[in-house]
């Protein structure tokens, strides 16, 4: 690793992979080691505490390892704040390619978490509402903690027929997460989020599964309405982790390829 910087393949390094989070170090690892068989590969560590600080680090990233203008490739948060940073950037943006984004609209949000816990046992939604009030609750170290298994059950709660995986998250930082979302949501609430669409001038693939509960017709729309040239892909049997869906890993990767070449 260089500097929060982990690269992947070979110069030259025309791939950004963005975790997700915020704070989801390591999240992007598995994906950029996949590309790099093709692509050489950027993996940048967001760590700022503020999503300005998110944007600059990204940024930063760019421009030190990378070759612009680039694919950006992001995933959930990562795949939200891409969105913003073609829009503000793109001069450095030649494509973007958005993996199972949170919404970028208020509407839509409440149901996430309803369709959620609809899908687990009674165990299940006793231990993740268990989770959530240990999370809140705790402090210093016990929160780290608490928000790494916080973490790991929502994973697991959102995906659809995954493969047996390690825990991938590398930095546990419970502030960051809090004070970037804070910025995020204020953004998304507002309508500004989705409004940083005008200024994308590149091409877009989205890809979404069927399964994630952050509803894909919901950032469709979104798309719909500020995005000029997009691509959406809904794949079936995938939850908000394609790349270890066992059913949905194969044309998860196909059609990254395809959309590079």
């Known amino acids: 690793m260089l500097n929060n910087v982990r690269l992947h393949g070979q110069a030259p390094f025309t791939l950004v992979a963005v975790h997700g989070g915020p704070g989801g170090v390591g999240e992007a690892r598995p994906f950029a080691e996949e590309l790099s068989k093709e692509?050489?590969?950027?993996?940048?560590y967001?760590?700022?505490?503020?999503?300005?600080g998110q944007i600059d680090d990204l940024r930063t990233a760019i421009g030190r390892y990378a070759d612009a203008p680039v694919t950006l490739i992001?995933?959930?948060?990562?795949?939200?704040?891409?969105?913003?940073?073609?829009?503000?950037?793109?001069?450095?943006?030649?494509?973007?390619?958005?993996?199972?984004?949170?919404?970028?609209?208020?509407?839509?949000?409440?149901?996430?978490?309803?369709?959620?816990?609809s899908r687990l046992s009674d165990a299940g939604k006793k231990e993740l509402r268990k989770a959530r009030d240990e999370y809140q609750s705790a402090i210093g170290k016990a929160k780290n903690l608490a928000f790494a298994n916080l973490f790991t059950l929502v994973q697991q709660a959102d995906a659809y027929d995954p493969l047996p995986h390690p825990n991938d998250l590398e930095v546990v930082r419970p502030a960051l997460y809090e004070s970037v979302w804070k910025d995020v949501l204020s953004l998304r609430d507002s309508g500004e989020l989705a409004a940083y669409g005008r200024g994308i001038k590149c091409p877009v693939l989205v890809i979404h599964g069927a399964y994630d509960p952050r509803s894909a017709s919901a950032i469709q729309h979104s798309l719909d309405k500020h995005v000029k040239d997009f691509r959406f892909i809904l794949l079936q049997k995938c939850g908000h982790y394609p790349w270890y869906e066992k059913q949905a890993r194969a044309t998860f990767y196909a059609e990254i390829v395809k959309n590079l070449v």
């Not at 692509?39 to 940048?44: C, D, K």
């Not at 939200?80 to 973007?96: D, G, I, N, Q």
């Open 46 to 52: 967001l760590l700022s505490e503020s999503l300005e």
């Open 74 to 117: 992001g995933h959930s948060y990562g795949a939200m704040l891409c969105y913003m940073f073609a829009a503000r950037f793109p001069e450095l943006v030649e494509k973007l390619i958005m993996i199972s984004s949170g919404l970028l609209e208020k509407n839509g949000v409440a149901r996430i978490n309803k369709l959620r816990m």
């Open 39 to 44: 692509f050489g590969v950027v993996e940048p």
